[in-house]
Structures are given as structure tokens and as C-alpha cells.
């Protein structure tokens, strides 16, 4: 990779891309595709995806406990691959991934309860072909504050719809993870640049808890 | 950035990523967002972005010698601002780029030709909030060529949802640009593990001229 | 048509359909189509759609009072019909609905003002082909009140659509027309016992003020 | 309901509206929510929707002789209603409609075969928070032949959508079923005149059995 990250850095902030987008009143936590696939690094986990799903078990207890809306995606293809797609063609074992497959199943440490939401998905993005824009605006959501595997992949084109539809997206950075390094820092730089804030669960937590204990004086 | 290239690699051959989509038998061309602004680098051009629109002139008189649907983008906004969105909170300086601001013209290399689409758009994606998929499916497209800019913006956002909508999809590597070559490549290799399949303009040339060949025998 | 209004009335009835999803507490007001081609019997209108202009008049001076984010939509079609679709294919008299053709042209009592939003579109929803939704959930809008032409037509649709992308749809009844009354009822009917809750507009009015009244007290 | 069948079709007539869109060369077949609890007349069923079943099976044979794809819907909500939306309001009985729930499994009459699409919706339209768009345009499809339940409500709506999606809309008219008959019949004149051609199910077979005759020849 040619140029340095401090390089980019300059250009990037001359031409006043980067500007934050803060965080709204009605927030939802969406979780991609925390599977069981996606946390064992002989599929298609690795990285520092093991730490990203235990910030974000942190971060869900915290969403649980302001009665946030919360919906999580696993990918999902029919057991006669009657719904493969463009997407196998690049990545063919992913068809792999079946309704009853154990490596398709949420990952435990996320376990849903009653009242989450848990979207089968096809594509990359949480948002492509599935109905989560309706649900989150039926909801009166205003922010998404987007987690899961991997950030060069479902998350980053996650986030783009998130912020395209409507909503002020965050990214917890530390509950985001993949499977190489690069990729992944090379993704946070886009998304914090043009799409998304990046802040540490720690982070949104506090934000957020300040504001709670402000409106209750 | 942490990891090298040839690490990253590795583990997502090992994966099994990066699989060829190759290219289908009615090809369009989509040039994305080359309009004067993002030709600039005082504005939000730069990097190569120049041989990028210079090398999508060749390939634009390829497809209109081939008579391939050709699409193209503009980011354009209200002049009272009244469709500002999540994207401006990030990116303010795009709101600038009005219906008759000359910055968000086509640049004169590319000027459209009667049949040609010119899509207004307010969101990375050149299918986001726009008819382009129902455009491509009503003239029977099965394979979207990619060009434009930037590589890591609106290029990338474009080449996932052409994926996602079901068009095998090819980025022309030397006709995307970037202000920053490091995004540059980064979002290539994203691409290329898992939406699209990489080829020169010349290589989509001589392909597809080598079917044409072969039919008229 | 076989079946009476009392006849089908009764089945939907008995099978649970028509319930009232209410009014939310942030509405928008959405003005499909009242331009000056939908307004001329000579042309695409007639019927009852003259009234229904002059009653949307009255709500939009009330939905201004109230600040509610209001959208419009024109039908636009490229000067060479690049954007010809299959709508087109149907109804081939509205690629003649160009950007400057006047026919095209919001009509003098609905003119938009600052800040309202007027979208093109090229079928028959204000949803499809456009960033509606994304523009209704930046805004934090719950709940989407329907005007315009045709009831038979783009009004259906984009209640089907508003409702679809998961806001609380209410149909203004009186500010809603077609060229021609059966296809206007049936439409109605139909909005009715499965999209949304059809109100007047001085109900609409009555309900916002009464509660807009108790939250001052 | 006023007006006359006979005087609104003069409207439309001398409006342009009608114009047929023809059959592509190649057809998909669209088959939306025949399933067990829209067969019944004590729950979502009753009017004319067993003759349209019992076509659409003959239809179907046809389209697996021709290896047509072939997709068919059904309305499928969570165990635990996390998924409802304004849809469910309006029809609060959908909800029971529940993955395992017998009431919402595909007619047997219809059972679909390894290869074929079954999609889960929780929306009228079967394109609306679905990958269908993708699937159709991944196999090169051009035309839709849309057959299923209810003709005022799921059909319709998919009819809009696959026309505004970039597919020719073909309504097999003796394959759509309604639970009364006005409804039907009004948006069976609707869907005519501005979205789709209506063909019975022995035209679609005798025109493309026309076609494979000529091109044999």
C-alpha cells in the first residue's frame, strides 16, 4: 500500500470530509453477523473479531438495560442453493451457510431475547434486501449504532445504508472486528471520513448515560 | 496501518474469497460522479483521478462503438438545502454542488450522448435513492462495468449494490480514482476479494471483442 | 363489477381487516403529483381532482403552521426519453413530462416554499426510484399524510410504499383525486382495510390542534 | 361506488393510458402468498381464490417445463411478533402467520421443487424488504408473470413493483383470486391500465409455445 495514513489524513481534512455527525435521541444497536462462522478464524473469522464480540456482549447488556430497539443479522441460504446470488460467486462457501447449520447460529455470548430482532440476510449489507429501514423508522429510531464482523465487509456496507437511509450512524470501534488487520483500520478511515462517527462503546455508554442523568435533574 | 498486503492476502485465499464473477453476455458501463469537482484537487479530486477520466474516455468510446447502455452520476443537492442528509452532516461541502453550479457538470472528456442516463444523486451509492437498478433490468443489463470516482466513496458504495442487485460487476482498476491512493487500493482489494472482479480497460476490451470475434465465425 | 360496497365490506370485516394504526407525533405531509398535467382533464386529470387541489391547499397552510416537513413529487423524464421505463411502456403520453415542459410544473396553489422538498420521480410511487424514506427518517418523521393524483395510481402506490418503509400512514381523503370516481373508491377501500387510516383533513386538523391544545395546558 | 366500468375506461382510453407492454423472451413466474391461510375462507381466503390455485398449478407446470424461474412467497412473522410492523396494524391477524404455523406453509398443490425461490415477506409486495429484484435480475429474467393472492392487495402491490423494478408485468388473470370480487375486478383494471398486460393462463402458454414453435422452425 503506497502513501501513509498521516498523508491521507491531510487531504482528506482539507477537503472538509470528516465533520462528526454526533449521536441522535432514539439510538437502536445493530449487531452483523456475530456467528458462529465469523468468530472461528478456520471459517471466516480471526483478527480481533474474539474481543470485538465481548465489548459488544458490554454493549448489548448496556442497549438492554435503556430498552434500546436491538436487531442482529445472520446470513442465510436456502438448502438447495435455489437463492445463490452474485455474492457466492465471489464468495462460494458462504452458501455453506444454512437455516439449521450450527455455524450460522448467533454466537452465544449474544444470545437474542424476546422482542429482537434476527434478520436472515443474503447480501452484505443488514439493509440489502431485508426490511430493517422500515423497522427502525417504524420504531422511531434516529441513530444506528452499528457492531459486528467484519468492518471491511457487512459492516462497512451496513453502515453506508444506515447513514444512506436516514439515520445518524455510529461506529463502536471496538466492537467491530476482522479477520486482517489492514482491511480493517483501512475501513475504519473510510467510514469515519464520509459516513459514520467512530467511538469505544466506553464511549457511547458515557454519552449517553450523561445525557439520562442531565434530563432526570 | 497494521499488516501488510501479503499477509491480508493469505488469509482470505485461505478462506476462500476472491472467487471471478467473470463478465456476462450484455455488459453496461456506469462512470461514476466524474463531474468537474471531483476532477479538482482543490475541491475533492486529486490523487489519480485525471488518468482515471482519461482512461474512461477510451473505454466510453468502446462501449458506444459497442452500443452498451451507459449511465452516469452527479451528486447534486437543492439550492435551499431542503435535501441535506446524513451524507452532508459528514461531507458539508457537498450541498455546494447545486443543479447549475459548474463544479458538478460532467467533465467535457465524458460529455453524455442522447440515450445516455445522467442520474442526479444525493448518497454514495449511484443505485441509492435512484432508479438505476429498474433502468439496467428494463434493458436486459446482466453485467455492470464500474468507473469513476472516488475508489473508495462512491465507486465502492456503487460496486456493492450493483453486486447486490443482482449484475455481475467489474471494476475498470484504471478508470477509478481516488484523492488518496492508500484508500485507493485498500478498497481494490476489498472489492476484488469480495464484490467484483478486477480488470484493466484493456483486458475488458479485448474480451469481450474476442467473444465478438468468435460469434461472427 | 359484481359485489357491492356492503358485500365485500362484510368479508373484510369478519377476517380482521381495517384496523386503525392512528396518527403519530411527528407527521409529514406528502404531496404526490398536483401538477399542472394532473390538473387539466384534457391531459391526465379530471374528475374530482380539482377539489382536492383546493383542499390540499388548506392543509399545507396548516402543515406550514406546524412546521411538519413537507414533501412534493413531479413526474420528469429526460428531453431524449433516455429514462423511458415500463411505466412508459404502459402510459407512453408521460415521457412528454420533461423538466421544463410547464405541464410538468407543481400547480400556482401548492407552490413549494423554502425548505420543502420536491423530488422527481419516474414511476408511480414517491418511494420508488427516490431517497423518500431517508429524507422522512433524518427528519424524524413517524407518520406520512397522503395527498395528490391519481388515488387509482401514484397515491396507492406511495401509501403502499409509506407504509411499507414502516411509517404510520393516514390518507386525506378529500385531498386526494382521480379522473375518475370508480377506481377513486375502489382505491380508497382498498387504502383502507389494509395501509392506512383515511381521515379528512379537518379531522387531521381537529386531532393535531386538540392534542397540540392539551399539551400546552 | 359511482361511475361506470364503461365510462371510467373512455377516460383512460382517451388519456393514452393501456398500451400493452408485451411478453419478453425471458419470463420468470411470480407465484405470491398462495398459502393455506389465504386458501381458507374462514381466514384470509373464500371468493374466487381456489380456480386461481388450482391455475396457477397448471401454469406452473408449464413454466418447469420451460425452466422458467420460478418464485413463490409466503408472509412469515417472528415467534415473538419482534418483527411487527404497520402492515400489522392495519391487519393484526397476520401476525399469527408464524414460521412454523401450518397456516402459512405453501398450498400443496403448489409445492415448490429443488431450484425454486420461497421467500419470506412480512409486506404486501413480494420485491418490499425482499432480494427478489436481485434474484430476477441475476437470471437474466425480463418479464414477470405474476399469479397469487390477494389481487387487491399482495398482487397488486407486486405488480407495481416488478414493473418499477425494470420488468415487463404480465397479470395471469385466471391466476389471481380475491376474497370478494369488487376489489378484484377494480384492480384488475387498474393494474391494465398503467402497469401490466392481462393475459389468461392459456394465452401466456399459447404465446410462448408460439415463439418456441417459430423458433425451431
Chains 1, 2, 3, 4 share one sequence.
Not at 42 to 62: C, D, K, Q, S
Not at 75 to 94: E, H, M, S, W, Y
Not at 131 to 155: P, Q
Not at 189 to 216: C, G, H, N, P, W
Amino acid at each position: 500500500m503506497t502513501g501513509t495514513l498521516a498523508e491521507h489524513d491531510d487531504v482528506y481534512r482539507q477537503q472538509g470530509f470528516g465533520a462528526s455527525s454526533g449521536i441522535g435521541q432514539r439510538p437502536a444497536l445493530l449487531i452483523v453477523d456475530f456467528v458462529e462462522s465469523f468468530a472461528d478464524p478456520t471459517m471466516f473469522g480471526g483478527g480481533n473479531i474474539p474481543e470485538a464480540i465481548a465489548a459488544t456482549a458490554r454493549l448489548l447488556a448496556f442497549a438492554r438495560s435503556r430498552h434500546w430497539p436491538v436487531a442482529m443479522t445472520r446470513i442465510v441460504f436456502a438448502d438447495d442453493g435455489a437463492d445463490a446470488n452474485i455474492f457466492t460467486r465471489k464468495v462460494p462457501g458462504l452458501l455453506a451457510l444454512t437455516e439449521t447449520n450450527p455455524h450460522g447460529a448467533i454466537v452465544p455470548e449474544l444470545t437474542p431475547i424476546a422482542g429482537e430482532l434476527v434478520l436472515r440476510k443474503r447480501l452484505p449489507s443488514a439493509f440489502a434486501g431485508t426490511d430493517l429501514t422500515a423497522w427502525l423508522a417504524g420504531r422511531g429510531v434516529d441513530t444506528v449504532i452499528v457492531t459486528g464482523a467484519t468492518t471491511s465487509g457487512c459492516v462497512r456496507a451496513s453502515v453506508v445504508d444506515a447513514m444512506g437511509n436516514g439515520f445518524i450512524t455510529v461506529v463502536a470501534r471496538d466492537c467491530v472486528g476482522d479477520r486482517a488487520l489492514a482491511p480493517h483500520e483501512a475501513n475504519l478511515f473510510d467510514m469515519q471520513q464520509k459516513y459514520a462517527d467512530l467511538m469505544t462503546s466506553d464511549e457511547i455508554v458515557a454519552t449517553v448515560s450523561a445525557r439520562f442523568a442531565q434530563a432526570k435533574e
